[in-house]
């Protein structure tokens, strides 16, 4: 992890309500399947703390990663991770050993 201060000056724009998207997944059990997944867009929630707290609720003992939907210039979007990882990307640095089958 890096720590540096910045100029806060340095962004054009911010959101004030982002827009998150949770998947979550499901172990396929033994085999060379990947993990299936469930995903959900939240928008209006008041902060991220309030959706961490509704995907922990929903979680049910599944893995989930959280994302930040970003909208780009050219009318494309893009997800920005904010917490969790994908087990269906094995070269994800913050993967838990333990998922490896």
Do not use: C, K
Request: proline share 10%; net charge negative; aromatic share 10%.
């Amino acid at each position: 992890m890096e720590v540096r201060r910045i100029d806060p000056r340095d962004t054009e724009w911010e959101e004030d309500f982002p827009t998150y998207r949770v998947y979550f997944f499901t172990d396929p059990g033994p085999g060379p399947r990947g993990w299936t997944s469930d995903e959900y867009q939240i928008s209006q929630a008041p902060d991220v703390r309030t959706v961490i707290e509704w995907a922990d609720e929903q979680a049910a003992g599944r893995t989930y990663i959280l994302y930040a939907l970003v909208h780009g210039r050219l009318a494309n979007s893009g997800l920005l991770t904010l917490m969790g990882h994908d087990p269906n990307r094995p070269t994800d640095p913050r993967r838990p050993d333990d998922l490896e089958h």
